[in-house]
């Protein structure tokens, strides 16, 4: 199911970064020890009132040679309407009103979408009749907040969360695999889905009905049913920003928000780009499974260390991702295609997959027999009990007595345990320490 998106714009230092990196201030603390996952942070997962929605800061997207202020704004705008569900509408208490402002709102109004105003820089109380002038935007009450103090976002957040859509069922059966291709363009996405559905014994369902985002195409195969979420068949419509490498991340996103399992497509000719370990890292932190497709394969000049070279520098590339199977294929041939479909099977189930607590505790009683938990101060962690509260992705809580004692390495360390014990191939394994004694 798809999480509804929030998105910032606003001119630029007006304070969309310093917002979103709030908002998303504690994920992103988890994220930061693991390097190279997020660090062009213009997407984010937040969660406020208990609903969870991503969230884009429009501002990170730069757009190539353009400088003018305005250009880019404009073109944050649009993305910003075309994507959100809510937009908030960041102005500056400091500079008040300006030209800019005016033309945003403008646009904003236009698309009909719900709008929150949010005044930045609000520091004091002393400033907050500085936020009347925002009235005349249109959108009602405006937010005073500060960045700097993090005072107001509360409140910002109640408006903004409390203008999102209830999440909509996407009508497929739970037994479906609802599988997102995703990758720079022409990697290949378009032409692996015909070379799937171009096998043999693929039954195609229909010719999808189009969603907002992306083109869903049914099929089936020995008794399995998928869903395709293909990203390409946006690209199509032909928007300005279309050409813009940064949009289709934001295409990406939505798609992996949908999906079970995310095909993450490399140009085996030209190898790994930063925009790759972006979307990557993203379907890491989404909790989806992955699969990398290194595809072009037919065009490598091979040896036998061709295929073992470019799996290590793949293992490279994306560190926090060592779970993820890597499949070499041509979707132009069609060669090694079929090992494709049982990868995707396989990471599937794993990614569903449910241990036994008695299991999981064996497993942890036998690591920490090895290796015993950090101390602080003389004070010893102790582990009580472990127990898997979720799948999809795989959700370990493990209960302690003093979770301030718990270091990132150990937690590293169980999780290797966990996975040498039960494999979880494809699939991040989030762990969880909560105090009980
Ligand atoms: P963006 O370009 O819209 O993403 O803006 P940034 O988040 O990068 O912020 C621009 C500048 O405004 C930075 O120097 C921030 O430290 C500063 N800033 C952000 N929020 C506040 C605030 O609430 N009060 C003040 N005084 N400065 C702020
Ligand atoms: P998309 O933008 O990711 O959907 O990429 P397309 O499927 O449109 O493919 C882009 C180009 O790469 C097209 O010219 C394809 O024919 C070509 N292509 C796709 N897959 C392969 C492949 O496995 N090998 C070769 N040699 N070319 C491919």
Request: glycine fraction near 8%; charge should be negative; proline fraction near 4%.
């Amino acid at each position: 199911m798809a999480r509804p998106v929030i998105a910032i714009v606003g001119r630029p230092n007006v304070g969309k970064s310093t917002i979103f990196n709030r908002v998303i201030g504690d994920r992103l603390a988890i994220v930061e020890d693991k390097p190279g996952v997020t660090r062009d942070r213009i997407y984010g997962t937040g969660e406020w009132n208990g609903k969870s929605f991503s969230i884009v800061d429009t501002g990170g997207i730069e757009i190539d040679g353009e400088d003018e202020i305005m250009k880019s704004v404009r073109m944050q705008a649009e993305l910003a309407v075309e994507e959100a569900d809510v937009i908030i509408f960041m102005v500056d208490a400091k500079t008040g009103l300006t030209l800019a402002d005016e033309e945003v709102a403008q646009m904003l109004f236009r698309s009909r979408k719900p709008v929150v105003v949010a005044v930045n820089k609000v520091d004091n109380q002393g400033r907050m009749e500085d936020i009347y002038e925002f009235f005349g935007l249109g959108f009602g009450s405006p937010i005073g907040i500060s960045g700097s103090h993090g005072t107001g976002i509360g409140d910002l957040l109640d408006e903004a969360v409390a203008k999102l859509p209830e999440l909509e069922d996407d009508g497929y059966d739970e037994d479906v695999i609802r599988v997102a291709l995703i990758g720079r363009p022409n990697v290949g996405k378009s032409s692996l889905v015909n070379a799937l559905l171009g096998e043999e014994r693929v039954i195609v369902s229909e010719v999808a009905g189009t969603t907002r985002d992306a083109i869903d195409t049914p099929f089936e195969k020995d008794g399995q049913r998928y869903v395709l979420i293909d990203t390409a068949g946006m690209r199509k419509r032909g928007k300005v920003y279309e050409s813009t490498e940064k949009y289709s991340v934001m295409r990406s996103l939505k798609a992996i928000e949908r999906a079970d399992v995310v095909l993450i497509l490399i140009n085996a000719e030209e190898g790994i780009i930063e925009q790759d370990k972006h979307i990557a890292g993203y379907a890491h932190e989404a909790g989806r499974a992955s699969v990398f497709v290194i595809n072009k394969w037919d065009v490598v000049d091979k040896d036998d260390k061709t295929m073992q070279n470019f799996t290590q520098n793949v293992r490279d590339h994306f560190l926090f991702m060592s779970y993820a199977p890597i499949v070499f294929l041509s979707a132009l041939t069609k060669s090694r295609l079929h090992k494709l479909l049982p990868v995707i099977n396989h990471v599937s189930e794993q990614h569903a997959l449910r241990i036994q607590t008695h299991l999981l505790n064996d497993v942890i009683s036998d690591a920490v027999a090895i290796n015993p938990p950090p101390t602080d101060k003389g004070r010893r962690l102790r582990i009580n009990y472990v127990t898997q509260v979720a799948v999809r992705p795989p959700t370990i809580v493990i209960f302690v007595n003093a979770p301030e004692i718990m270091h990132f390495s150990y937690e590293r360390y169980l999780e290797n345990k966990i996975r040498a014990a039960f494999n979880f191939e494809g699939t991040p394994v989030r762990l969880f320490t909560r105090r009980k004694s």
